[in-house]
């Protein structure tokens, strides 16, 4: 018996350990330099001493919570008192690290965003349901930050009730904005990691010479005309549109996030309370519109996809059941060919020498035999038509012989109606020579309905019009009946044959039951699955 090697067993733990701390380290290192930038571009957009219109880190955070695993959060939680702690530095010249300062309002964030992750329907970008669990994510966080736990900022306690509130909702509505301005596409950076491959990397390449080429008539319009640059900010829905409808939600965020962040930028240069929060609600608009429409469409050439591959397999399969349709026919044909002349040569042979034997007999009998002969007779005769008709219907002897116009026209079908009182009407015009398999599949079909007619219809009256075009064999038998009688071993087997045939030929097969009953078949007249 083997046993495991200790000091492997401890390589390995060793290395998977330090792998995790290496892990968590570049996560941490990548979260402080990402919010200290967030904090440094809206300190920037502070119109109001500590008052962001447009707070960024409210983004970075919401961002990072959602797309690390669980066992990062601890070290996202230590980071974020580190980064608060070099803010005070910044600022009072103190570095007062204290991991516990908010502590429940980091709690109940936490505990949000777990919620909103494992719920059925996650945040995301690429859904509509995805996109609206993100946004109500971001309200949820940012409204009970600010109303829950207004009490831990120390400079809301100088304000009053009404200042209060005007406060709250001021800084509420900048960590919404930051929120939905940075977080979809830190979300759609790292989606795009996943899927990168040589189509999708033309497709971003597609997309940022785009966006470059527009960001430099943007840039060059505002510069010789800065005047324009309300007229620029109105229009800057526009764009997001047909990046979305071009590029889906990849477009939608990526144009989104370049618009906003010129809008920033501008704020940023004038300084003006007024610019920054008339951007700020451009800021929400895009971001919310661009992520709603990208996801929906997005979704849509999902499904489109999924249709298309959907119809393929559907197409290759019609294909395998048409052939086999087809193969089906193809040895039927063949089995009642071989039946039918197994009849003709065994038992027909067989019935004629019966009856003629029958005939001798009936001279060399006496009186007292005679009738007895004359009953055997008759029943040799009933046994050779009942022969006769089982193999026409196996194989119809007149179609090779007279033709498929005459057969239909003047053949057994015509005479079996008459028998039956039914006005036929055949109309046949065909301008093409057809294929055997055409040939013995409309005979079959016409065979069928007039046998459908006679059994299950009232009908006094049958059309059966034949005509071709270019490429098509239509044929249309309709008959007056006013109603199906209703049997019950019929079992609808007859429009099944019908249908069968029709399929073997890659046609297609209507039934109408609108005065009276009416079967259109269309045969194409070039089929490569046709009967070998």
């Known amino acids: 018996m083997n046993l495991p090697n200790v000091s492997s067993l401890s390589n390995a733990s060793f290395t998977t350990a330090y792998k995790e701390v290496a892990k968590q380290l570049l996560v941490g290192l990548i979260y402080f330099i990402a919010s200290l930038a967030a904090f440094w571009v809206s300190q920037n957009l502070e119109t109001v001493p500590e008052s962001s219109a447009i707070f960024i880190p409210a983004g970075v955070k919401i961002a990072f919570y959602l797309l690390t695993p669980t066992r990062y959060w601890l070290t996202l939680w230590v980071v974020s ?21 908010g502590f429940w309002q980091e709690l109940c964030f936490i505990a949000l965003v777990y919620v909103f992750k ?65 977080a979809p596409f830190i979300m759609l950076i790292y989606d ?27 840039l060059f319009v505002y510069a010789v005309r800065p005047d324009t640059y309300p007229l620029l900010r109105l229009a800057s829905l526009l764009p997001i549109i047909w990046f979305s409808y071009k590029y889906g939600s990849l477009g939608a965020v990526s144009s989104a996030a370049l618009i906003n962040a010129l809008l920033i930028v ?47 397999e559907l197409k290759e399969q019609l294909t395998q059941n048409t052939a086999l349709a087809a193969k089906m026919v193809s040895v039927q044909e063949n089995e009642r060919k071989h039946l039918s002349q197994e ?32 009953t055997l007779k008759n029943n040799a005769n009933s046994m050779y038509d009942s022969v006769y008709q089982l193999m026409h219907y196996l194989r119809p002897r007149e179609l090779d012989e007279l033709g498929l116009e005459k057969a239909i026209t003047q053949g057994r079908l015509k005479s079996l109606l008459h028998k039956a009182n039914i006005k036929y009407q055949p109309q046949f015009k065909l301008d093409n020579s057809l294929s055997k398999d055409h040939e013995i599949a409309i005979y079959r079909i016409c065979q069928e309905a007039v046998t459908n007619c006679m059994k299950h219809s009232n009908a006094s009256k049958l059309v059966i019009n034949i005509i ?26 007859g429009l099944a044959f019908i249908e069968e045939r029709t399929t073997a030929l890659g046609g297609t097969f209507k039934v109408f039951k609108q005065n009276g009953f009416t079967i259109k078949v269309k045969l194409p007249l070039s089929f490569d699955g046709a009967i070998n």
């Open 81 to 101: 008192r580190a980064l608060a702690a070099q803010l005070g530095l910044t600022y009072s010249g103190v570095w007062e690290f204290d991991l516990f300062h």
């Open 118 to 182: 494992n719920s059925r329907w996650p945040p995301s970008i690429n859904d509509s349901l995805g996109i609206l669990s993100l946004i109500l994510l971001c309200v949820a966080s940012t409204s009970i930050k600010w109303f829950l736990f207004a009490s831990a900022f120390e400079f809301t306690n100088v304000l009053v009730a009404k200042e209060l509130l005007q406060y709250q909702l001021n800084m509420c509505l900048g960590d919404i904005t930051g929120s939905l301005l940075i």
């Open 192 to 218: 795009s990691k996943y899927s990168f491959n040589t189509v999708r990397f033309t497709k971003l390449f597609g997309l940022v010479a785009t966006l470059v080429c527009f960001i430099l008539i943007v």
């Open 266 to 312: 501008e704020a940023s240069i004038t300084h003006e309370p007024s610019n920054t929060y008339i951007s700020q609600l451009f800021i929400l608009a895009n971001a919310i519109t661009s992520m709603v429409l990208g996801a929906a469409i997005t979704e849509l050439k999902r499904k489109n996809n999924e249709l298309k591959q959907t119809n393929k």
């Open 343 to 374: 009849l003709h040569d065994e038992l027909g042979q067989n019935l004629t020498a019966l009856k003629t034997d029958l005939a001798i007999l009936s001279h060399l009998s006496n009186e007292d035999t005679q009738s007895f002969v004359t």
């Open 468 to 493: 071709n075009s270019d490429e098509f064999i239509e044929l249309t038998i309709s008959d007056n009946g006013t109603l199906v009688t209703p049997t019950d071993n019929s079992g609808h087997y």
